[in-house]
Nanobody
Framework: QLQLIESGGRVVQAGDSLRLSCAASGRSFSPYDMGWFRQAPGKERELVASIRTGGTTYYADSVKGRFTISRDNAKNTVYLQMNGLKPEDTAVYLC??????????WGQGTQVTVSS
């Protein structure tokens, strides 16, 4: 079993930067593709960014150029650097792990609130 714990979410102002962390435990996460999702009230969960085992990254159009996903396999941690935050980025951010982007392990989420 792989346990994921997110941290770093808080209330910030528009234009600020924030870095989210997702620490994995229970087993090594290096064989897993990792993703950051977000869910805002009344909206569907959406994939924000992902990073595969080989380092290939994906970004949703809404965050491209502002967010950066990275992973440190030695620390069993994946990060999401968020710059130029906008009020529409407000959501619960969840970390997920899976094989061939079929995500099977999920964290509890961390709240990011961006005030205008």
């Amino acid at each position: 079993q792989l346990q994921l714990i997110e941290s770093g979410g808080r209330v910030v102002q528009a234009g600020d930067s924030l870095r989210l962390s997702c620490a994995a435990s229970g087993r090594s996460f290096s064989p897993y593709d990792m993703g950051w999702f977000r869910q805002a009230p009344g909206k569907e969960r959406e994939l924000v960014a992902s990073i595969r085992t080989g380092g290939t990254t994906y970004y949703a159009d809404s965050v491209k150029g502002r967010f950066t996903i990275s992973r440190d396999n030695a620390k069993n941690t994946v990060y999401l650097q968020m710059n130029g935050l906008k009020p529409e980025d407000t959501a619960v951010y969840l970390c997920a792990a899976g094989i061939f982007v079929q995500y099977t392990y999920w964290g509890q989420g961390t709240q990011v609130t961006v005030s205008s």
